[in-house]
């Protein structure tokens, strides 16, 4: 239920310092009514946590479409044994109603690690990793129908406008780069059903929308200089300067002059950072850059790409799906190849940014998520496809402050309904903002008549699957 | 509610201690059943339920520490029904049934299970606890009656003109009002600023673009007594007044003219929406009038029309429409509720400044608003549809109808008699809906002219391709009645879908018939695609078409016979449905069978008409008048359908029904007072209440908006927010004289922007002083004018306007959106539009909700999600980087360059024609003399070069996007 979404009652800058997150307001404030650096103006400045954090930075692996947990991470042999056979269960409405039989899966699992956990031969690379992993077989979403299910996933809200989770987080947080966005998303190909909203600031300021960044050598609109910019920005702050002595102090113009600052970083940074000759024979073996398959070469590229905005201090990145030719992870039909497909793209970059991470010492203070905005049925659509179920499937956590090689909740015999430890997307929220050193009741924004949070008026942290 | 089955009844043959104990009345037990609760119930109950359920919180509103309030249970009813487990929500809720599931987290185990399924079926043995305490918040205790009074709910108050010190300042009571809060505070008004930043303030805020050289200097020269007034005569007279102060509405109501989500199909004919407001801006509309148009435009008895005849009234209607939507909700109630939740959300916030949608779940927290209240407007929105409107003239198709008829009459005096029997269609026990037998279109909502004046009758015929004569079964809907060329829908009443089947005796050829469920109209497949039909028969007999609606049993629906004038989903992509066929409805029946009922075999004899060689002459005619029917007009509204009540949704879910709420407007704005509408939706009644003079917030809500837009912040800053989380007005007493000001004239806005604009504080400097800012540190007293960020839309016309390429040319479809490579996902338009947008003013760039223009959205463009008075102005590096490099901006840089350079020979003549443009003066020495040093020596051939990057330079200046 939401009351009160949308977009938010602007402010000066004056206004926003005051209602900023976790005090850093209040502070700022202050350094600037005692005419201090202007650098503390910037939204983007870090700031401290409520207590201390686990981890720094996010990924967010998000697997458009909803991948099946019973084909990936939650074995259920009774679907073996009744495949074929209608299912013995009374079922909801799902979003193609078209129900067939219990399908098994395709794919073996195998336990794996010192921890035994079992994971699916879709999965060989990220198996491997899996005692790094914490996996929650217990997910429920409020929704069946993408948008809705993908706006809840990344805002909390099943609907269009809210704040996305990057967004909360660097509102507040801040972040480390001063160079780049310290919200990015890496698009591989597939922007999921709802599009930019997604990853919208919503009633947040625009500083903290989610950049989306394309594959390739230019990421970012307008970010290639053109014209002759030095002696353009010169001859810019030159009139500036004599406006503002006309006019007089004012905050909001001097923060638009310093704007360019910022800019003209970005500038350098963006193309820096797709820059990635520098990176060893190894890395690109281990993201599989030079795969055969060339979706795998383009994940791969993004997955690394999330490794040097991490490594220079981005708050926030998700990482899109590539377009493997099926729709997304949405196997309503041809599940075998479509989710074949899926793994073979994402599985190795996958594993290589876990493996990649953790040898740079960054695991420990990154959190990385894995899941899509729901999981599908056990019984089939049609004759070899899987509809969509937001009533109990699998998503994974590891890294900063995530205790590994774990399985937190379980679904029913069929891999269904989640019967044990149910976890809330609004749990999940909570959960990462705890890691990050952020308590969700206490992250709040005021907007129109309300102090609003990623998780509403829910959220419980997901307690056992913490370090 | 379903309720637990099998072994509730197997577990009532445990021994049952208890003695048998209704609800209510004082009970004893024994004691072996209070140990039984004491050593298995209560520990059960304190572990898993009292952390929501008990004294610190009352989630749905249900306590369990206390027998009492077990019974008396929560929002959806009692919990436990003493020794009825099978009947207990509580039971249910454990054994995860359909409504609730409970505990959240994870299931009981399935002793935990049994073991309180026993307790309830010993009849809920507890010791005697005494009564439960419970605290007093709803609308009768007094904590409700403050909420009642708070300042904004309170009538307009009358104030004298405050007394000030410095008499020679004000120039009306806008003035001394404010002077008298600055006096209070020891503070001075700022200094007048100079007559051209006058006018450019003034030109940015009435139309949205800056003001002309030769405007700047004709104002300069003018000492007259009324220069300043013949100023804003002028641009409020100007076309491009509406456009800038109708861009400004449709923020408020979400526009937007695409409804997202994963397809974000187009919502068609919305920008006759946008003209619609950009004429009523210009047209002066009275503000009472535009709300009530807004809310029943389609009731008024007698709409405004336009110079062509169409209906404008009827337009402003189509706000409600602007919400987003999703293709295939699997809960299709609950897309019902979201939409009427918005649309609540909207008109409150838009027009009363309240935020009703809060009291969606429960009673507003903080405002006098209840559930009730919020479905008592949901009732007027459950008991109207949308339509897509046909808008001419009556005559203008009507017309044409009429003369077709008086042919048809002649020649079917020519015609020799004849006589088509109606079918008989065998009684297999379905139940006829509807067979048309009784000649009228009665319980039925008629639209267009296809479908005539009701259903045929015995000799009626078709003129079909303007030659042949076929005749047509007495007692059906037919569109083709008149000509094939007319279009209209037919609707039918609400009902509940109560058998699997819908069977439609039908004909046609283009024809259609929807099954619109819950209000639900993007209708096409995966899920809903079996509620359409196309009926392509194709002049044949009528013949049976089903529809199995067996998974929408309960669903409240309404049938849709269309000839044109609705709009098809099914392809991914809105289109309307062509209305160039007919369609024929003999019967339509409800049904068990998903076989129809077999017609009789003898039915359906024709005699037919002899076609007398005389009639050709008349077929030519009528062949010719045929042809010269003219395409509909058509544009979204609203319109009423069946009239019925809400209920209350406990706590907001569409799945738990409570109390009904009769319609009427919120109670703490006299919605008790009067009764309920007798007929149809009783939209104009509710707008009447809305614009009534003694609701204090309409006029308070809209001079605010209007001072907001004109000094930079409202003097209640929460402008979409009255409530008690919204902020208090600065200035009460000047905010109710304005509004009860505001009502006096006539709810002219024209005149509020005359006393605003005119004001002596409208032509304050805007040059910070730093006393003055000490002691009024966010400028809440208005001591001088803020400056101001342009929005997005003026910043880009700006730039089309100093380049020389802004094409001024009003209303009409939008310019299709301009895609770059970033604007990827699901509905992107197949072409990319024009990068200049035509040159249009960016009011007319299509507005698609997944792709809207980045670079409005980088200058805090909103997003159409809900009502939206207070833009952010947001600071953030895209803005540089668009200012910078964005090819919009280099291409209007060139063509700025190019034209300066061919007008204008010098260098200083040069530079005096950019300044002039861009900001109303000549510039400064030192302007030039930098200017010149960028520009260096011009060598050949990068002339053009050398003034297109200063004239982008120029762009970049905070004095071309700020407004001081």
């Given at each position: 239920?939401h ?9 000066s800058?004056?206004?926003?310092l ?6 850093f307001?209040a ?5 600037l009514?005692?005419d201090?650096?202007r ?7 870090p700031r ?7 981890a720094?930075?996010?990924i ?8 099946s947990?019973v ?5 259920k ?5 009744e495949?074929?056979q209608p299912?013995?269960m009374?079922?909801?409405?799902t979003q193609?109603?078209?129900v ?8 073996a ?11 699916s031969d879709?999965?060989?690379?990220v198996?491997e ?13 409020n ?15 099943g609907l ?5 989770g990057?967004s ?6 801040g972040s ?6 310290g919200?990015v998303?890496l698009?591989s190909?597939l ?8 990853f919208t ?9 989610g950049?989306v960044?394309?594959a390739?050598n ?7 200089p053109v014209?002759?910019q ?15 002595e006309?006019v007089g ?9 310093a704007?360019?600052?910022l ?5 350098s940074?963006?193309?820096?950072l797709?820059?990635i000759?520098g990176e060893?024979k ?8 030079d795969d ?6 383009l994940?791969g590229r993004?997955c690394l790409?999330?490794?040097?905005l991490?490594?220079?201090?981005v708050?926030?990145?998700e ?6 030719g099926?729709?997304?992870?949405d196997?309503?039909?041809?599940l075998?190849k479509?989710h074949e497909d899926?793994a ?12 990649d991470l953790?040898?740079?010492g960054l695991?420990?203070?990154?959190l990385?998520?894995?899941g ?5 049925t056990p019984?089939?659509q049609g ?7 937001p009533f ?5 956590m590891?890294?900063?402050g995530i ?5 937190h909740g379980a ?6 309904y ?7 997307v609004?749990d999940l929220?909570a959960t990462?903002?705890h890691?990050l050193g952020?308590?969700?009741k206490r992250?709040?924004h005021?907007f129109?008549?309300?102090d609003?949070?990623?998780?509403d008026v829910?959220g419980?942290?997901?307690?056992p699957?913490?370090? | 509610m ?10 009532l043959?445990?021994?049952?201690a208890?003695?048998s ?5 004082p ?6 059943s209070?140990e039984?609760?004491e050593k298995e119930?209560?520990p059960l109950?304190t572990?898993k ?6 004294p ?5 509103g ?6 009492t309030s077990?019974?008396?249970g ?8 003493p020794?009825?487990p099978?009947?207990?929500?509580l039971?249910?809720a ?9 505990p ?5 185990p399935a002793?935990?299970?049994a073991?309180?399924?026993?307790w ?6 507890w010791p005697d606890d ?6 007093e ?11 009642t009074?708070?300042?904004s709910?309170?009538p307009l ?9 410095n008499?020679?300042w004000?120039?009306?009571f ?14 001075k008004?700022?200094p ?7 006018l450019?303030r003034?030109?940015?805020d009435?139309?949205?673009l800056?003001?002309r ?6 104002f300069?020269a ?7 007034e ?7 007279a100007?076309p491009?007044?509406g456009?800038?102060w ?5 923020d408020?109501v ?6 997202g989500h994963e ?5 068609p004919d919305?920008?006759r929406?946008?003209d619609?407001?950009t004429r009523a ?12 148009e807004?809310l029943?435009g389609d009731?008024?008895?007698?709409p405004?029309r336009?110079?062509?005849?169409t209906?404008?009234?009827?337009l402003?209607?189509?706000f409600?429409?602007?919400?987003e939507?999703t293709?295939?909700p699997?809960?299709?109630?609950e ?13 409150g916030k838009?027009?009363l ?9 429960h009673?507003h927290?903080?405002?006098a ?5 919020y479905?008592?407007l949901s009732g007027y929105l459950k ?5 897509h ?7 203008r ?6 003369e077709?008829e008086?042919?048809?009459?002649e020649i079917?005096a020519k015609?020799g ?7 008989t269609?065998?009684?297999d ?5 509807e ?5 009228t ?7 267009g002219e296809?479908?005539g004046s009701?259903?045929?009758?015995q ?9 042949k004569?076929e005749p047509?079964p007495?007692?059906?809907?037919h569109t ?14 609400l ?16 024809g259609?018939?929807?099954?619109v469920?819950?209000?639900?109209e993007?209708?096409r497949s995966?899920i ?6 196309d009926?392509?028969?194709?002049r044949?007999?009528a013949?049976w078409e089903?529809?199995?609606v067996s ?6 629906a309404?049938i849709e016979?269309?000839?044109g004038?609705?709009v098809?989903?099914t ?5 309307y449905m062509?209305?160039n066929?007919?369609?024929a ?14 017609i009789s ?7 037919l ?10 077929l ?11 395409t509909?007009?058509i544009?979204l509204?609203i ?12 706590r907001?879910s ?8 009769p ?7 006299g919605?008790t007072?009067g009764?309920?509408?007798?007929s ?11 614009v009534?003079p003694?609701?204090?917030?309409t006029s ?5 908006r ?7 912040e ?6 979409d927010d ?15 004289r ?7 004239g ?6 509020m922007h005359r006393?605003m604009v ?15 800012d ?6 809440r007293l208005v ?9 997005a839309?003026a ?7 100093v380049?020389?390429r ?6 009409g479809?939008?310019v299709?959106?301009h895609?770059?490579p970033f604007?990827?996902g699901r509905?992107?338009?197949s ?8 040159g ?5 760039l ?9 670079f ?5 463009f909103?997003?159409?999600a809900?009502c939206?008075?207070?833009?952010n ?5 895209a ?7 964005d090819?919009?901006v ?5 063509l700025w360059a190019?034209?300066?350079?061919a ?5 200083d ?13 000549a510039?400064?020495?030192r302007e ?6 960028f ?8 002339e053009?070069q050398a003034?297109t990057?200063?004239c982008?330079v ?6 071309f996007?700020?407004?001081p």
């Amino acid at each position: 239920m939401h009351c009160q979404r949308f977009i938010g009652p602007p402010q000066s800058r004056r206004e926003m310092l005051l209602n900023c997150a976790n005090g850093f307001g209040a502070v700022a404030l202050s350094a600037l009514l005692g005419d201090q650096v202007r650098a503390s103006s910037d939204p983007m400045t870090p700031r401290p946590p409520h207590f201390k954090a686990k981890a720094t930075s996010v990924i967010f692996l998000f697997m458009d479409g909803g991948p099946s947990q019973v084909d990936t991470f939650d074995p259920k042999p009774r679907l073996d044994r009744e495949h074929g056979q209608p299912i013995k269960m009374k079922t909801p409405a799902t979003q193609f109603n078209n129900v067939g039989n219990v399908l098994k899966s395709p794919w073996a699992f195998k336990n794996r690690g010192k921890s035994g956990i079992p994971v699916s031969d879709l999965f060989p690379h990220v198996a491997e990793c899996v005692d790094d992993l914490a996996i929650i077989r217990s997910m429920v979403s409020n929704f069946s129908e993408h948008t809705a299910a993908n706006y809840f996933m990344h805002t909390g809200s099943g609907l269009q406008g809210r704040p996305s989770g990057g967004s909360w987080v660097t509102y507040g947080l801040g972040s480390e780069s001063r160079n780049l966005p310290g919200f990015v998303v890496l698009n591989s190909g597939l922007i999921p059903p709802g599009g930019a909203d997604c990853f919208t600031n919503g009633f947040l300021p625009a500083s903290y929308q989610g950049s989306v960044f394309s594959a390739g050598n230019t990421p970012v609109a307008n970010i290639r200089p053109v014209g002759n910019q030095k002696a353009m920005l010169g001859l810019l702050r030159s009139l500036d300067r004599e406006t503002l002595e006309r006019v007089g102090h004012n905050d909001a113009m001097e923060s638009a002059i310093a704007n360019y600052e910022l800019a003209g970083r970005m500038q350098s940074a963006v193309p820096d950072l797709v820059e990635i000759s520098g990176e060893s024979k190894a890395t690109r073996e281990l993201y599989g850059l030079d795969d055969t398959y060339p979706q795998t070469q383009l994940y791969g590229r993004q997955c690394l790409t999330a490794r040097r905005l991490v490594e220079r201090g981005v708050r926030f990145v998700e990482v899109l799906c590539p377009n493997v030719g099926a729709d997304r992870w949405d196997q309503h039909g041809g599940l075998k190849k479509g989710h074949e497909d899926n793994a073979r793209a994402t599985d190795k970059p996958v594993a290589g940014l876990l493996k990649d991470l953790k040898s740079r010492g960054l695991l420990d203070s990154t959190l990385v998520v894995w899941g899509g905005e729901f999981g599908r049925t056990p019984m089939a659509q049609g004759s070899d496809g899987r509809d969509h179920n937001p009533f109990g499937f699998t998503m994974w956590m590891a890294g900063g402050g995530i205790k590994g090689g774990t399985i937190h909740g379980a679904t029913d015999d069929y891999g269904y309904y989640a019967v044990e430890n149910k976890v809330q997307v609004h749990d999940l929220h909570a959960t990462m903002l705890h890691l990050l050193g952020l308590d969700h009741k206490r992250l709040t924004h005021r907007f129109s008549g309300r102090d609003m949070r990623l998780t509403d008026v829910h959220g419980e942290l997901i307690r056992p699957i913490l370090a | 509610m379903r309720i637990m089955r099998s072994f509730a009844t197997a577990l009532l043959a445990v021994g049952l201690a208890g003695t048998s104990g209704m609800a209510g009345e004082p009970t004893k037990f024994d004691s072996l059943s209070l140990e039984f609760f004491e050593k298995e119930v209560r520990p059960l109950l304190t572990a898993k339920c009292l952390g929501c359920h008990g004294p610190q919180k009352q989630k749905g509103g249900l306590r369990l520490d206390s027998r009492t309030s077990a019974l008396a249970g929560g929002d959806s009813g009692p919990a436990i029904i003493p020794g009825k487990p099978g009947e207990s929500r509580l039971v249910d809720a454990i054994n995860y049934g359909e409504t609730v599931q409970m505990p959240p987290k994870s299931k009981l185990p399935a002793s935990e299970v049994a073991t309180l399924t026993k307790w309830v079926a010993m009849n809920a043995p507890w010791p005697d606890d005494g009564p439960t305490k419970s605290v007093e918040t709803g609308p009768a205790s007094a904590a409700w009656k403050k909420r009642t009074e708070h300042w904004s709910l309170e009538p307009l108050r009358k104030t004298d003109d405050p007394k000030v010190l410095n008499t020679a300042w004000p120039k009306g009571f806008i003035d001394r009002f404010l002077l008298n809060g600055l006096e209070a505070n020891g503070l001075k008004p700022a200094p007048d600023t100079d007559r051209r930043s006058w006018l450019r303030r003034v030109t940015f805020d009435l139309i949205g673009l800056p003001p002309r050289p030769e405007e700047v200097e004709t104002f300069v020269a003018d000492r007259s007594a009324d220069a300043f007034e013949t100023v804003v005569e002028r641009l409020l007279a100007s076309p491009q007044y509406g456009e800038r102060w109708g861009r400004h509405w449709l923020d408020l109501v979400r526009y937007s003219e695409t409804s997202g989500h994963e397809f974000d199909y187009e919502i068609p004919d919305a920008w006759r929406y946008r003209d619609y407001v950009t004429r009523a801006f210009n047209a002066d509309l009275p503000f009472d009038q535009f709300v009530t148009e807004h809310l029943a435009g389609d009731l008024l008895p007698n709409p405004r029309r336009n110079a062509d005849g169409t209906n404008e009234s009827i337009l402003g209607t189509g706000f409600f429409f602007l919400v987003e939507g999703t293709h295939s909700p699997v809960d299709v109630r609950e897309e019902e509720a979201s939409r009427i939740d918005n649309q609540i959300d909207v008109f409150g916030k838009a027009f009363l400044g309240m935020t009703l949608a809060c009291a969606r779940c429960h009673d507003h927290k903080f405002d006098a608003i209840t559930t009730k209240d919020y479905y008592s407007l949901s009732g007027y929105l459950k008991s109207s549809r949308h339509q897509h409107a046909f808008l001419d003239a009556p005559e203008r198709i009507g017309g044409k109808a009429t003369e077709l008829e008086a042919i048809k009459t002649e020649i079917a005096a020519k015609l020799g008699p004849s006589n088509v029997e109606p079918k008989t269609v065998k009684d297999d026990g379905s139940i006829v809906f509807e067979d048309f037998n009784k000649l009228t279109y009665e319980g039925w909502f008629v639209t267009g002219e296809a479908f005539g004046s009701g259903p045929s009758r015995q000799g009626d015929f078709h003129i079909v391709d303007g030659t042949k004569i076929e005749p047509i079964p007495p007692g059906q809907a037919h569109t083709g009645r008149t000509s094939n060329r007319l279009q209209g829908t037919l609707r039918s009443r609400l009902f509940t879908i109560d058998h699997p089947f819908i069977h439609y005796l039908a004909d046609g050829s283009g024809g259609r018939i929807n099954l619109v469920i819950d209000g639900f109209e993007k209708i096409r497949s995966p899920i809903y695609g079996g509620l359409v039909l196309d009926v392509n028969t194709s002049r044949s007999a009528a013949k049976w078409e089903t529809m199995d609606v067996s998974m929408w049993r309960g669903h409240r629906a309404y049938i849709e016979l269309a000839d044109g004038g609705t709009v098809d989903y099914t392809g991914g992509v809105t289109r309307y449905m062509p209305g160039n066929g007919y369609l024929a409805v003999d019967e339509i029946r409800f049904s068990d069978r998903s076989t129809p009922p077999a017609i009789s075999e003898t039915s359906g004899s024709k005699l037919l008409p002899r076609q007398a060689p005389s009639v050709g002459p008349l077929l030519a005619q009528y062949a010719k008048i045929e042809s010269k029917i003219p395409t509909p007009t058509i544009g979204l509204a609203i319109t009423d359908g069946s009239a019925e009540d809400d209920r209350v949704h406990i706590r907001g879910s569409s799945r738990t029904l409570g109390e009904p709420a009769p319609r009427r407007f919120v109670e703490v704005l006299g919605g008790t007072k009067g009764s309920t509408p007798a007929s149809g939706s009783g939209r104009l009644d509710l707008a009447r209440r809305v614009v009534d003079p003694t609701n204090p917030l309409t006029s308070r809500v809209l001079v605010n908006r209007l001072w907001k837009h004109h000094f930079g912040e409202g003097l209640v800053r929460s402008t979409d927010d009255f409530g008690a989380m919204g902020q208090t007005p600065s200035n009460p007493d000047l905010l109710d004289r304005l509004a009860a000001d505001f009502i006096k004239g006539g709810w002219s806005i024209k005149r509020m922007h005359r006393l605003m604009v005119l004001s002596h504080a409208y032509q304050m400097s805007s040059a910070a002083e730093p006393e003055a800012d000490r002691v009024d540190p966010t400028n809440r007293l208005v001591h001088r004018m803020n400056v101001r960020r342009l929005e997005a839309e003026a910043i880009r016309d700006a730039m089309l306007a100093v380049s020389g390429r802004l094409d001024l040319t009003l209303f009409g479809p939008s310019v299709p959106t301009h895609l770059t490579p970033f604007m990827e996902g699901r509905g992107r338009p197949s072409q990319s539009g024009p990068l200049d947008g035509n040159g249009r003013r960016s009011l007319y760039l299509n507005v698609r909700r997944n792709f809207l223009s980045p670079f409005l959205l980088a200058f805090d463009f909103p997003t159409p999600a809900s009502c939206m008075g207070r833009r952010n102005v947001s600071n953030v590096p895209a803005q540089a980087l668009t200012l910078l490099n964005d090819p919009f901006v280099l291409e209007r840089s060139k063509l700025w360059a190019s034209r300066t350079i061919a007008s204008k020979a010098t260098r200083d003549e040069r530079l005096d024609s950019l300044y002039r443009t861009a900001f109303g003066r000549a510039p400064t020495d030192r302007e030039r003399q930098d200017a010149s040093t960028f520009l260096g020596a011009e060598s050949p051939g990068q002339e053009v070069q050398a003034w297109t990057d200063l004239c982008h330079v120029l762009m970049n200046t905070k004095e071309f996007i700020f407004i001081p």
